[in-house]
């Protein structure tokens, strides 16, 4: 018999039979620290976890809402087109990124968030529709064409009051 199979066989007589020492100890305890629920409302088994149930602010959040979005460069002047990469996944836009019109739609289900915006760009001006590009820059997103079409956009984001109770 090799070392390995006799550490696995005193393992199987020793350790398994014993595998219930191995789970922790509940809290609170003589010899365990407090509970964590004591002093932290997020553990206690009582605490809601309904977002408008912990705060009922949250119930004006939701809803659909409807914004004009002001969108500034690094150094504060407003966000001027530039030109599209298709490898970059829309990461650079060809339209009028100085304000768009967006639609957010903010729902809340108990714990769950789910936020869904769609974000609106006018077509760009002709200023930078004149402009030549080398690939593979391009002044348009698929088959529309410069300063005629416009570009929409959508994001989803997801969120929940807490992770530990579910």
Known sequence: MNLLSLLA??????VLPNAHALKPSKCGLLLTQPCLSTTDKRYDANFPN???????SWKQYEGLWKVTATNF????????????????NY??????????????NHTLDG???MTYGYYFYRPAPSSFCNQTFEPPFQNVIGSGFCGVN?????????????????
């Open 73 to 88: 460069e690094g150094d504060g002047i407003p966000a001027q087109p530039q030109p599209h990469v298709p490898a970059l």
């Open 150 to 166: 416009g570009f929409v956009s959508g994001k989803a984001h997801y969120g929940t009051t807490t992770n530990e109770k579910e």
């Open 111 to 113: 714990s769950r968030m």
């Open 9 to 14: 066989t005193i393992a199987a007589f020793v």
């Open 91 to 104: 990461q650079l836009l060809p339209y009028t990124r100085s304000e768009a019109v967006a639609f957010y």
């Open 50 to 56: 309904s977002f408008v149930m912990q705060n009922p």
